[in-house]
């Protein structure tokens, strides 16, 4: 038995965020990232039209990218203290995964973090306070999924958080607020969503309700990802659609270990971040190669090539033909191919992970994304040995052969 879950009401295209002021409530917290929402107008906006449905307003702001355990209690504090009936998350996928969280502990200040880290063992949300997302960026899509991404800064882990309870009642998908972007960040978070499409489609818990949305944001995403990148403001309109299409995908059919490999080497190193949608671009690469050993997801990822045109006779070279085309893409979005070429900031120059630090720590990176929550549905389970072999190809750009 399967399940499809998506948020209550989802509203979409350009003005949509007006639809707040139709939110029926008394008190509403608004949890922000670092002041792009403040400095385009968005927030003034939001908060003005939460205002007119008669609500009261408090904000928590600042939430930092790749959001920590620390924020997420202290954000728990501030709605244990104002008591809001809806928790509005706006922006990229930090702040909202971080609500996401944070409402967690509002409803259930006794539980600990520890206890969430188990897949779909939530307790029952809704007791308190409904949740909005309003994105901005065009990637995560976590407006529409049951995932929330936090770190441990102490154990410098990101930890996948999922359960269909933290599944937003209310989606806003405003293309509006993703035309501020800049290009940096167009692309990480564009083949991020790539990567979710990919995923989703391939996962073992791909099914009938899944696969079509996965296959149409693959197929606008490839249309529109490189154009967005360059100014393309039509394009970016249709990559904040596309996001939302594959994020309804994978949330359902869940990911794979492209996911797992960025979360665990994401926080890993002493020089800085990996960013997530960076990370995803130069493993999937890789990672296709080592799941397409499986029939079954060799013949989805050619039907992937298939459906986006790409040239082959035969399973084998329309695989190749999907590899040779995201690096392509990576390669036009100014993306590294591998961790070597990784520098501060996800452009490519003076390695950020020095190859010492990498090999020191690569067991336990190995050992922490195998125990990853998105191992589960990928079409091979890789052993320790594996995933190393993985990751030092997604290190030095080499062929994955085993």
Same mark, same amino acid.
């Given at each position: =038995?399967?399940?499809?879950?998506?948020?209550?009401?989802?509203?979409?295209?350009?003005?949509?965020? $007006?639809?707040?002021?139709?939110?029926? #409530?008394?008190?509403?917290?608004?949890?922000?990232?670092?002041?792009?929402?403040?400095?385009?107008?968005?927030?003034?906006?939001?908060?003005? +039209?939460?205002?007119?449905?008669?609500?009261?307003?408090?904000?928590?702001?600042?939430?930092?990218?790749?959001?920590?355990?620390?924020?997420?209690?202290?954000?728990?504090?501030?709605?244990?203290?104002?008591?809001?009936?809806?928790?509005?998350?706006?922006?990229?996928?930090?702040?909202?995964?971080?609500?996401?969280?944070?409402?967690?502990? +509002?409803?259930?200040?006794?539980?600990?973090?520890?206890?969430?880290?188990?897949?779909?063992?939530?307790?029952?949300?809704?007791?308190?306070?409904?949740?909005?997302?309003?994105?901005?960026?065009?990637?995560?899509?976590? $407006?529409?999924?049951?995932?929330?991404?936090?770190?441990?800064?102490?154990?410098? %882990?990101?930890?996948?958080?999922?359960?269909?309870?933290?599944?937003?009642?209310?989606?806003?998908?405003?293309?509006?607020?993703?035309?501020?972007?800049?290009?940096?960040?167009?692309?990480?978070?564009?083949?991020?969503?790539?990567?979710?499409?990919?995923?989703?489609?391939?996962?073992?818990?791909?099914?009938?309700?899944?696969?079509?949305?996965?296959?149409?944001?693959?197929?606008? %995403?490839?249309?529109?990802?490189?154009?967005?990148?360059? #100014?393309?403001?039509?394009?970016?309109?249709?990559?904040?659609?596309?996001?939302?299409?594959?994020?309804?995908?994978?949330?359902?059919?869940?990911?794979?270990?492209?996911?797992?490999?960025?979360?665990?080497?994401? /926080?890993?190193?002493?020089?800085?971040?990996?960013?997530?949608?960076?990370?995803?671009?130069? +493993?999937?690469?890789?990672?296709?190669?080592?799941?397409?050993?499986?029939?079954?997801? /060799?013949?989805?990822?050619?039907?992937?090539?298939?459906?986006?045109?790409?040239?082959?006779?035969?399973? $084998?070279?329309?695989?190749?033909?999907? %590899?040779?085309?995201?690096?392509?893409?990576?390669?036009?979005?100014?993306?590294?191919?591998?961790?070597?070429?990784?520098?501060?900031?996800?452009?490519?120059?003076?390695? =950020?992970?020095? $190859?010492?630090?990498?090999?020191?720590?690569?067991?336990?990176?190995?050992?922490?994304? %195998?125990?990853?929550?998105?191992?589960?549905?990928?079409?091979?389970?890789?052993?320790?040995?594996?995933?190393?072999?993985?990751?030092?190809?997604? +290190?030095?750009?080499?062929?994955?052969?085993?």
């Amino acid at each position: =038995m399967g399940r499809f879950t998506l948020p209550r009401d989802l509203y979409h295209g350009k003005g949509a965020l $007006e639809n707040l002021k139709n939110l029926p #409530g008394k008190k509403a917290m608004v949890v922000v990232g670092g002041g792009s929402m403040r400095r385009f107008g968005f927030l003034d906006k939001a908060v003005g +039209y939460l205002k007119e449905a008669g609500m009261e307003v408090q904000l928590f702001e600042n939430v930092e990218p790749d959001p920590s355990v620390e924020t997420v209690m202290k954000g728990a504090k501030a709605m244990q203290e104002f008591k809001p009936d809806w928790i509005v998350a706006m922006g990229g996928g930090s702040p909202i995964d971080a609500a996401k969280a944070m409402w967690v502990f +509002y409803e259930y200040p006794e539980t600990s973090f520890e206890a969430l880290i188990t897949p779909f063992s939530f307790p029952t949300l809704r007791t308190k306070a409904h949740f909005c997302a309003v994105s901005s960026t065009s990637g995560t899509a976590t $407006e529409v999924t049951a995932f929330s991404v936090i770190t441990d800064y102490h154990k410098g %882990i990101k930890y996948p958080l999922a359960d269909f309870n933290i599944t937003p009642d209310v989606a806003i998908v405003d293309p509006e607020l993703a035309e501020t972007m800049p290009a940096k960040l167009t692309a990480h978070t564009g083949m991020d969503a790539m990567t979710h499409a990919i995923e989703a489609y391939v996962s073992t818990l791909n099914c009938d309700y899944t696969d079509p949305l996965a296959l149409h944001a693959i197929e606008m %995403i490839h249309d529109n990802l490189v154009a967005s990148f360059n #100014g393309d403001m039509a394009a970016r309109d249709k990559m904040h659609d596309a996001q939302c299409l594959a994020g309804m995908a994978f949330s359902n059919a869940l990911l794979g270990i492209v996911h797992s490999m960025a979360h665990k080497t994401g /926080a890993a190193y002493e020089n800085g971040h990996i960013i997530h949608g960076a990370a995803n671009a130069m +493993y999937l690469p890789k990672v296709i190669r080592y799941n397409a050993k499986d029939p079954v997801a /060799a013949k989805r990822y050619a039907k992937i090539a298939s459906f986006i045109n790409l040239k082959g006779e035969t399973t $084998e070279e329309l695989v190749d033909a999907l %590899i040779n085309e995201l690096r392509a893409m990576n390669k036009a979005l100014k993306i590294p191919m591998c961790i070597k070429e990784y520098a501060v900031g996800g452009v490519i120059g003076e390695p =950020m992970v020095h $190859e010492e630090e990498f090999l020191a720590k690569l067991p336990e990176v190995a050992k922490n994304a %195998i125990a990853d929550a998105c191992t589960g549905s990928n079409p091979r389970q890789p052993n320790q040995e594996e995933m190393e072999k993985l990751l030092k190809c997604c +290190y030095y750009d080499t062929e994955v052969d085993f």
